[in-house]
């Protein structure tokens, strides 16, 4: 094995793909991953960053120069910092020609072992990527002394207080002969907290994140909601399982105030808590309970992929209908927590029948996916888009009230209809619109939602109804 950089969980040796567009970012996975790396993929320059700081900096950087929140060339000189040219390789991909221009004339100053067109052949790809790979400076690791385990722990405890921005950082690791909780606490006043079993209970038999914005709202998992003579009000606890699907304990983000973490700050929670689970179980050797052989699990890898594939619309590269229905339950359950508005966008491409026995079903198929690429470039990151089904497509916009969601509705409606398709003269879409209320159930938003797509078609078709 070899070992480029050490994060601040352990060595990991990973791809860091930076592309806001879901199907290429596939592409360029697919790539990665057939070097026998692990690919980290994200859709925004902040995203990444927090993934650096999670990791350490990457063995190579696939990324696009323009991203959300923080555009590439931000990107690369963080990377930059962080790490030599002979550590970590850069490949720069961009549909602009102005931008590829900018990036060559930076190429030696910034490290960038390659510049090139967005619409590169998988083929060529590869070729790129095993020549920006090929003269790194790769070192075996060798076997080291037992690291001190409070010294990794405390590390870890720190790292994920400063990462996550809060107060209080506990990890409940399951040993053989006892649990042990061991955590950090970072204070300017008098404390002292009880220790929520209970929740820790449910998380390690569930093996599901919890979220609990706050406990003035929810007295539930046998979290009073006060402590007295500290009051933690915000609560997120993940469990720790290993690569080998070994469960060994609990991570618990705890604050003093409300704690609403975005849907990609608790994936990166997650991702973290292998890291640590990996890197625990390295340094506790036999002491941890509840262990499992490796041929008695999939890999972590077979996990993923077999998820990726049923949870994937083969033809869009959206999530599908199965993935949706997860996803809305656990959003509306999300904005019923914390009050934060959940808006809910039906659409449905019109007349789609006659443009499929026109043209025949190959140029339907076109049609559903530029109706895809739209609304994947329309979405931002915290967005959900899922092919519902047939020509309808469902989206989901977390934190957007419904004035909002009328907007991006609208936006991606006059994209599609005026955007131009060989052998079919117009595509439209009609987009029912609702903001989901108070104590309504995920069927009940759906059911309005789609009330208002009829009014939609009902009222002659391409238009919002909100």
Same mark, same amino acid.
Request: proline fraction near 6%.
């Given at each position: ?15 860091? !793909? ?43 950087? !696939? ?26 390789? !850069? ?64 590390? !870890? ?65 046998? #979290? ?86 049923? #949870? ?155």
């Amino acid at each position: 094995m070899h070992t480029l950089h050490n994060g601040p969980f352990g060595p990991l040796v990973y791809v860091l !793909i930076a592309e806001f567009d879901p199907q290429r970012a596939a592409v360029y996975r697919e790539v990665a991953e057939a070097q026998r790396l692990k690919a980290i993929v994200v859709r925004d320059g902040d995203a990444a960053r927090r993934v650096i700081q999670l990791h350490g900096a990457p063995v190579l950087l !696939i990324t696009d120069l323009s991203l959300p929140h923080s555009d590439g060339f931000s990107l690369i000189t963080e990377v930059r910092r962080l790490s030599p040219q002979d550590r970590t390789a !850069i490949l720069v991909f961009s549909a602009f020609a102005d931008l590829r221009t900018a990036a060559l004339d930076l190429r030696n100053s910034l490290g960038i072992a390659e510049v090139a067109d967005k619409k590169l052949s998988i083929e060529s790809l590869s070729r790129s990527v095993s020549r920006a790979l090929a003269p790194l400076a790769l070192r075996e690791s060798r076997p080291t002394d037992r690291p001190d385990p409070e010294e990794l722990v405390k590390k !870890i405890l720190s790292r994920l207080a400063k990462t996550f921005r809060v107060p209080i950082v506990l990890l409940a690791v399951e040993f053989r002969d006892q649990r042990r909780v061991i955590g950090y606490i970072r204070l300017n006043r008098p404390h002292g907290a009880s220790t929520p079993w209970h929740v820790f209970d449910q998380v390690l038999a569930t093996r599901e994140p919890l979220l609990i914005p706050d406990t003035q709202q929810q007295s539930l998992f046998g #979290m009073a909601p006060s402590v007295p003579p500290v009051m933690v009000r915000g609560l997120a606890a993940v469990p720790m399982t290993t690569s080998g699907s070994r469960v060994i304990g609990v991570v618990s983000l705890l604050d003093f105030e409300p704690l609403t973490l975005a849907s990609a700050q608790l994936d990166l929670l997650v991702a973290a808590s292998v890291r640590i689970a990996d890197e625990l179980e390295r340094v506790y050797q036999g002491e941890l309970a509840g262990v499992e052989s490796p041929d008695q699990v999939r890999s972590d890898e077979n996990w993923a992929a077999l998820e990726r594939l049923a #949870m994937t619309d083969p033809l869009t590269g959206l999530a599908n209908r199965r993935a949706g229905e997860r996803a809305l339950d656990r959003e509306v359950a999300r904005a019923h927590r914390s009050g934060a508005p959940l808006s809910i966008a039906l659409l449905d491409v019109d007349r789609f029948k006659p443009i499929n026995d026109a043209h025949g079903h190959a140029i339907g198929d076109d049609v559903l996916c530029e109706v895809s690429r739209v609304l994947t470039t329309t979405l931002r990151a915290s967005d959900y888009g899922v092919r519902w089904g047939g020509d309808e497509f469902l989206v989901l916009l977390p934190d957007v009230p419904l004035p909002g969601a009328v907007i991006f509705a609208e936006r991606a409606r006059a994209q599609l209809e005026a955007m131009k398709l060989a052998d079919v003269p117009a595509v439209s879409v009609s987009i029912g619109v609702i903001e989901v209320q108070r104590e309504e159930t995920a069927r009940a938003a759906l059911a309005r939602a789609d009330a208002r797509l009829y009014e939609a078609k009902a009222a002659g078709r391409n238009r919002v109804v909100g």
